[in-house]
């Protein structure tokens, strides 16, 4: 088993101080709503021609420039997730030895062994005593080395995340640009002033084991499975994300009636960016979830499931597009709220999937090539799907975090692995 031995750990602090003026940042309505944790990425790197104190001073100045442009992850979070003191605190910095080669983490079965670069405990823990943004360099025996960010879901979003990573391996590699976020989510979702009634329940860590696995959806594979729906439906251009979240949706499906010996209805929930109409430069909080249901095992069905949920997302497109701006916040809480309270109630087996597809990820390079793994440590919600783009960019990888006796189970779904392979590098 892996394990690391902490080198250096500091503060980084920001290359130009905020100015007084900022020195508040308002939380929005839906910043204040989100469950307060860290959403932990790691990107994996092949030895790098750079020593490690280059490559390490190379993620500190260009941590320390971004930061001055990202400045809320660099104060504290203050008065019951109502604002974040901007006073430059910092962001911590680990630099850590692993003694192991990288090859035995990537071409782990289970992502799960990803966790020996997050600091520990760390991963979708509370962000409420720690700093907004806490970064770990790892470096393997074999020369390889991860970089990691865990990251203030109360701050930020998925797609915001995906902003800041980008443009920090921009400046790391003396891209000539000026980073624009805007920290103005709260002037579209205003806090209201009885926000703290309006919290979604605390997520709690599970008692039992959850294990996650990526597999990979080839471009070819992807097309396979959009001739099957556009050929047996009135489904036309079905996305990646579509087809490939149908798919696992239909195995994981599977696996519970060969559990139980019965069909038990379902509900998905798939996270959308509601930038647009929002401004892409808008950072914080900015997304609504879509539920689509199976109540008969015929509507598990790829052509049948990606037909209900375009359908879903049209009708939620329409209504968001009639709503006040207002009244947006309060929708999204309400939505996430009933799909909670069907978690709770266990009258159907809930799917959770979400998509960083399309965003680059799998193109960061601070100055030494791409990743050859982008993933994130395993989720504490069973039955999660989360989706990012592959190395290559063609394709799309999707990490799944179900229960340990569950993905045993899982694993040896016929369909899964016609379409889809399970990702191992061997990469030393």
């Known amino acids: ?214 597999y990979n959806f080839s471009s070819s594979n992807l097309g396979r499975l959009k001739d099957i729906v556009t050929k047996n439906s009135h489904v036309n251009n079905p996305t990646r994300l579509e087809v490939a979240s149908a798919l696992v949706h239909k195995c994981g499906v599977i696996m519970s009636m060969e559990k139980s010996g019965m069909f038990k209805p379902t509900l998905m929930s798939h996270a959308i960016n509601l930038r647009p109409p929002i401004p892409l430069n808008t950072m914080g909080n900015a997304t609504c979830i879509i539920l689509t249901t199976t109540m008969t095992q015929d509507e598990i069905e790829l052509p049948n499931f990606v037909a209900q949920l375009q359908k879903d997302k049209q009708q939620l497109r329409r209504k968001l597009k009639d709503m006040n701006k207002d009244m947006i916040p309060l929708y999204t809480l309400e939505l996430a709220k009933n799909a909670m309270n069907i978690i709770e109630k266990d009258t159907c087996d809930v799917y959770l999937c979400s998509g960083m597809s399309n965003t680059g990820l799998h193109k960061i390079d601070f100055g030494w090539g791409r990743p050859v793994r982008v993933t994130l440590a395993t989720h504490p919600m069973k039955n999660n799907f989360l989706f990012f783009d592959e190395p290559s960019g063609d394709g799309i990888n999707v990490l799944i975090t179900l229960t340990k006796d569950d993905m045993l189970n899982f694993q040896n779904n016929k369909e899964l692995l016609e379409f889809a392979s399970p990702v191992v590098e061997s990469t030393k």
């Open 1 to 214: 088993m892996a394990s690391s031995t902490i080198v250096s750990k500091k503060m980084i602090k920001l290359f130009s101080p905020t100015p007084p003026s900022l020195r508040c940042h308002k939380l929005s309505f839906m910043d204040h709503i989100n469950i307060p944790l860290h959403f932990p990425f790691a990107f994996f790197y092949p030895k790098p021609s750079n020593k490690i104190s280059q490559i390490s001073q190379i993620l500190e100045n260009s941590l320390s420039k971004v930061l001055s442009f990202y400045y809320p992850l660099a104060g504290k979070i203050k008065d019951n997730n109502t604002y974040v003191d901007c006073d430059d605190t910092g962001a911590e910095y680990l630099n850590v030895r692993i003694n192991c080669p990288m090859s035995q983490i990537l071409n782990h079965p289970y992502n799960d062994v990803v966790d020996v670069v997050f600091p520990q405990d760390l991963p979708w823990s509370s962000t409420l005593n720690r700093s907004p943004l806490v970064v770990q360099l790892s470096h393997f025996d074999c020369g390889g080395i991860a970089v990691s960010a865990c990251m203030s879901h109360t701050i930020i979003d998925g797609y915001s995340s995906t902003k800041f990573i980008n443009d920090w391996a921009a400046i790391a590699r003396h891209v000539d640009f000026k980073p624009s976020p805007q920290f103005n989510a709260s002037t579209f979702f205003p806090l209201m002033s009885d926000a703290s009634s309006s919290t979604l329940p605390v997520m709690h860590h599970p008692s039992q084991r959850h294990v996650s696995r990526m």
